[in-house]
């Protein structure tokens, strides 16, 4: 679910930012990554209460007591942890491995499709699927399915149009999940109903749109879709985003399409783009990583590291909504990734929450 906090907690955090509270966890001396102005901040320090940062700024000694632990980060940098914006979580581990692995490489955030689990389990086997995954070391958000099949079989355990509108209001369902163009255009699906849904109640509704151009992309925008991750060249991706979509630019194990779209990563475009696995394979999970090497890989490749670290974190929590999430800054959840060796993104320590949950 989507976390606030509450009027207690907010008198909580001011108090500490003011010193009359002492912080539970305050990294000190670190070089942050500002997200929001992209720039490092030299021998900055960040305090914590609770699953929140109270402060943050270039001495935090007046938020510190008796009780309170504090991390020395000198000679080490501090950034927001990742959100993988568009995955497929279950399609090759079960999710107790998945996150192991992922949360080491500092991803705090996952937004997962769930059409997988969808043909296979039913509604009800859905649903507890979806509540299986509350309460895990790091925040698992989906998509509702719009259970887009070419099977009669596969359609005839899919969700009803009423159960799948009820999906879509779950806290923990951030929108809907990608809806094939040529079957969406051809009308015969519950999309639309599910769109006009999701954007009267704020939330997503993302595409998957390969080889959808011109008038055909055009007639599909019209479906309330706003986002693709299936773009494979340059030009596919410029007309997306001149006509108002978000890009996941996707590096998984099956699709690898980082070398191809980084000449889209520029000044001008890069708050309209974010970085997405959509499969990742166990042998890459354990040998190279999860959004970490997309991020690592996008800084070899020329990007600027504050834009690249930008675009795995601000950039898809706002695509979400998910305001709490995405910058180190007073308000914010204390998911916090500290890292050395900036050309390789050594991550060293990963928080969710203001608790550490992977080193």
């Not at 943050?56 to 914006?85: C, E, M, N, Q, Y």
């Not at 999309?191 to 595409?207: C, D, M, Q, W, Y």
Request: charged letters at 25%; proline letters at 4%; glycine letters at 8%.
């Amino acid at each position: 679910m989507i976390e606030t906090l509450s009027v207690e907690g907010m008198k909580d955090l001011a108090a500490v930012a003011l010193g009359e509270k002492e912080a539970d966890l305050v990294v000190k001396g670190v070089d942050l990554v500002n997200v929001y102005t992209r720039e490092v901040l030299k021998k900055y320090s960040v305090a914590t209460k609770g699953k929140w940062i109270a402060f943050v700024g270039p001495d935090a000694g007046h938020t510190i007591g008796s009780r309170t632990k504090v991390i020395d980060g000198t000679g080490k940098a501090l950034i927001p942890g990742f959100v993988d914006g568009h995955t497929h979580m279950l399609y090759y581990a079960s999710p107790q491995e998945f996150l192991r692995y992922a949360m080491r490489g500092g991803t705090t955030t996952i937004v997962t499709e769930i059409m997988e689990v969808t043909f296979a389990l039913g509604y009800r086997g859905l649903v507890e699927y979806l509540e299986a995954l509350k309460d895990q070391p790091i925040k698992i958000f989906s998509t509702a399915p719009p259970s887009i099949t070419l099977s009669k079989d596969a359609a005839a355990r899919a969700p009803t149009l009423a159960q799948l509108l009820a999906l879509l209001k779950r806290e923990d369902v951030l929108g809907v999940g990608e809806g094939f163009w040529q079957e969406v255009l051809r009308s015969q699906t519950n999309f639309p109903a599910l769109s006009a849904e999701a954007l009267k109640l704020r939330k997503t509704v993302e595409g998957h749109a390969a080889g959808c151009r011109n008038q055909r992309l055009a007639a599909y925008l019209n479906y309330g879709v706003s986002s693709c991750h299936e773009s494979v060249s340059l030009d596919e991706a410029m007309e997306k985003l001149r006509i108002g979509m978000y890009i996941m630019i996707r590096e998984g194990t099956g699709t690898r399409n980082l070398a191809a779209l980084l000449p889209v990563v520029t000044e001008r475009n890069a708050r309209r783009l974010m970085w997405c696995t959509d499969d990742r394979h166990p042998h890459d999970l354990l040998e190279d990583g999860h959004i970490d090497s997309i991020v690592a890989a996008a800084i070899r490749g020329g990007v600027d590291p504050v834009t690249a670290i930008r675009m795995a974190t601000l950039n898809p929590a706002e695509r979400f909504g998910l305001t709490h999430l995405g910058a180190v800054a007073p308000g914010r959840q204390a998911d916090l990734v500290v890292f050395s060796d900036p050309s390789r993104l050594r991550i060293e320590d990963v928080y969710v929450r203001g608790e550490l949950v992977a080193r």
